[in-house]
């Protein structure tokens, strides 16, 4: 899979060379490139924002810089996410759905985002016979500052489902969402007993179907008390 972030603080993005994406990046299942806005200005102080028309607080980004950004990365069979705290709430099953994409592209935007032109832009039928596809995605009912903690969320999500990227794919066996309303039993490890506070008795007991009713039974009160 290959993945662009777009931003003014590329960076920001720099934790994405750690950890489980560095290596799935070391060993080529993903390819991520960030990417400087700013690079694509055309004046001396690399102006990516003006006021707003209709009046009002903050600075919108300017749609040229992101045309100019974008027009060279948006090959066919790509997935363009603009990301905005208006846009649908990204759950397990986006996340699943953008797994299955070759291409995604993150828009980062700062200020109050960037001038809707650009999704319009990009959502004209001459993009859709490409199989270019535009999203709006919010990571939730909150505000951040910029798409950059928003981009690595979705980042992160995403690419641990590309086959090979989990060291041991069964983790990805019933995770927290895997099916709408479910959530995964509490885990316990060594030791047996900590700070007075036991691991339950059924889980030492090695009887595989009481555990798993067990398990079933945590998972479904969980699922009750924060769902
Ligand atoms: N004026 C915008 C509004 O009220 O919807 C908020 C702009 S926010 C300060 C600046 C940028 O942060 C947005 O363009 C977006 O890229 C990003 N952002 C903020 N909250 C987000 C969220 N919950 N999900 C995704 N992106 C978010």
Redesign the pocket.
Known sequence: MKIDVISIFPEYLSPLNLSLLGKAQSSGLVEINVHDLRKQTADNHNTVDDTPYGGGA?MVMLPEVWGKTLDPMLEENSDLII?????KKFTQKMAESFAKSSHLLFA???????DDRVRQHYCQPEYQVKNIRVHE???????????EV?AMVIIEAVTRLIPGVLGNPLSLAEESHNDEGYLEYPNFTKPQEWRGIAVPEILLSGNHAEIAKWRKAQAEKRAKENL
């Open positions: 903050g990301l905005t705290p208006a846009g980062c935007g700062r200020y109050e985002g960037i995605v919010s990571i939730g009912d909150y505000v951040l500052g910029g798409g928003a």
